[in-house]
């Protein structure tokens, strides 16, 4: 099977403080940790999953500049065969619909069977996958989180409210956006990084693509970040101060006040 | 003024709770506006639903077709993409329906998207002005969204108030035979349910439940500790299940179990929607974080900033004597 990855390298929510810049512009990006976003390092170890099983090859793919080169080394070190820079200064501010119309165009340049998205990015839309379907006339299903393999279709589970999954019958090609904890992603090591650190990564432009340089970026966005804004709390948490010894003698009465201690 | 219509989902014959919340944040684009409900399904549940629905909005098309009869994302774009007019706003719920249905039927719709919106703000010409939040929360954006060729919005579930009070008695087209072939390459075949665990979270008065912050597996016998020391049970977010450092059942939130407690310990978790759509009944909320910013602070009764590590033991041992 020929699988494409999407990845992105987003800033990581769980290493940063995300600050604001003070003319609201963009978040405060010095020193920011980036990473692979989270749901795509599932999409990819399940793709190696399946090609170990059934034979193929991966590969991954980022919209983005040259460092998010980092990245697709990173999937590479994982076990994907080949990545694919797709960088472009036409490309920068485009909308969701215009990421998914630049992956439509590296997809159309291959062969792929299957293509896997993240459910989800550091913006938590949730729509590339689903777009980039529908503008391949490919069906799709979102928060994938079982996949067995079959000759023309997969049978997969969805993930839904309450932790229920959803099973259904897809055929191929199709796009699917994986949810956290389909797999266990495995350890990538530096050693691992180093392997694969002199591998040719081709990168795309919109010529080479055929994208027109209208179709994507600000211009073609119908969806427009206006500015970030820190909004005016309710009341909020009431914060406890002090010494730890002192927060936890106050929490300890008001734990025995609202019955969580006896 | 663009038409508004709102996708309502169902079960059993009853809305959704979600599908007020629609009403509610469709007079935010437009106060005079006459919107419709499109609700769709096949038998006597989709009759019921459609009179749920008249209650909330002034016109309901109704689809009754076999194929509906569950209406997996992919049959109901291909629906969709058939009847709603061209320019349209369309309303669905940011839940796990949404999220599959509604950015494609954007692309076939060649309409603008805007997802999981939390408020709306202003209409102004054909810019509609929202609010989203980004990166889990801890920024929140305006974003303008060009609706001169129509839009989809998906609203994320509890954003929006639903009106008190005035109950409307709107009418009920059967539009069934407008609906052409909805034959898809995906089909639905059954629902499993959530495996049950060794403990019922959903029982407990007392949760002290972990999130990332606990950094590690050897970590969970800090929180076990603790909850043994307050007579409480240990539940968490979502990281630590994907980790298998604790079992689904141990899960709380959209995807896992929804709690009732009257106290809840919320340990290094983050505050994400889809954590707090777990938790009901506003129990008495006390978070620990080491991030003064973190947006589990904007809901919880009580913050304290500190590292869960070195507090969860500290209080231990103090309610330990
Ligand atoms: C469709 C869907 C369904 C989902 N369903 C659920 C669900 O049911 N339940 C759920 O929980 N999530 C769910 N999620 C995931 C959700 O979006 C968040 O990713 C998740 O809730 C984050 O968990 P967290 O708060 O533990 O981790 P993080 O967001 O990473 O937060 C960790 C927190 O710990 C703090 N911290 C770190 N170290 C320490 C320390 N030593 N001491 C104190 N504080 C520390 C950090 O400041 C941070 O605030 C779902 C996501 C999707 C897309
Ligand atoms: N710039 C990008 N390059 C490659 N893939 C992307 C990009 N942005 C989003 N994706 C993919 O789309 C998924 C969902 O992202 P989003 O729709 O932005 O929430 C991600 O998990 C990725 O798989």
Known sequence: MEILVCVKRVPDTAENEIAIKSDGTDIQRDDLVYSVNEWDNYAVEEAIQIRDKVGGSVTVVTVGDSEAEEVLRRQMAMGADNGILLADDAFEGSDGRGIAAILKAVVAKGKYDLVLTGAQADDGAAQVGGMLAAMLDWPYASLVNKIDTGDKSLKIGREIEGGNQEMNEIDLPCVLSIQTGINEPRYVGIRGIRKVASIEIPTYAAADLGVAADAVGPAAARVKRVDYFTPEMGAGAEILEGSMEEKIDKLIELLKAKGGLK | ?321
């Open chain 2, 1 to 321: 003024m663009a038409q508004i219509f709102a996708y309502i989902t169902h079960k059993g014959g009853a809305v959704d709770d979600t599908a007020a919340e629609l009403a509610a944040a469709a007079q935010k684009i437009d106060a005079a506006a006459q919107v419709t409900a499109i609700v769709v399904g096949a038998g006597a549940d989709l009759d019921a639903a459609c009179q749920g629905a008249a209650k909330l909005f002034a016109q309901v098309w109704k689809f009754d077709n076999a194929a509906l009869a569950y209406p997996n994302g992919e049959v109901v774009r291909k629906l969709l993409s058939q009847v709603v007019p061209a320019g349209s706003i369309l309303l669905v719920p940011h839940d796990t329906f949404g999220m599959d249905m509604a950015p494609g039927l954007s692309i076939k719709l060649d309409a603008a998207y805007a997802a999981d919106v939390v408020a709306i703000e202003s209409l102004s010409g054909t810019e509609l002005k929202v609010v989203r939040q980004e990166f889990a929360g801890m920024a929140h954006t305006h974003i303008a969204v060009d609706i001169a060729k129509g839009a989809v919005l998906t609203l994320r579930p509890g954003s929006f108030q639903p009106e008190k009070g005035a109950e409307l008695a709107g009418t009920v087209s059967d539009k069934s035979g407008d609906a052409g072939d909805l034959g898809t390459k995906r089909r639905y075949l059954e629902t499993v349910e959530a495996e049950m665990g060794d403990v019922d979270i959903t029982k407990a008065d007392v949760l002290v439940s972990v999130g990332r912050g606990i950094e590690d597996q050897d970590n969970i016998g800090v929180a076990e500790e603790l909850a043994e020391a307050m007579g409480a049970v240990v539940s968490c977010s979502r990281p630590i299940v994907d980790a298998k450092w604790l079992e689904k059942s141990r899960q709380v939130g959209t995807s896992g179990k929804t709690v009732k407690p009257k106290v809840y310990l919320a340990m290094g978790i983050s505050g994400s929607f889809q954590h707090l759509g777990g938790i009901k009944g506003s129990p008495f909320i006390v978070a620990v974080n080491k991030n003064p910013k973190a947006p589990i602070f904007q809901v919880a009764d009580i913050g304290i900033v500190e590292n869960i590590l070195e507090f969860m033991p500290a209080l231990t041992e103090k309610i330990s004597g």
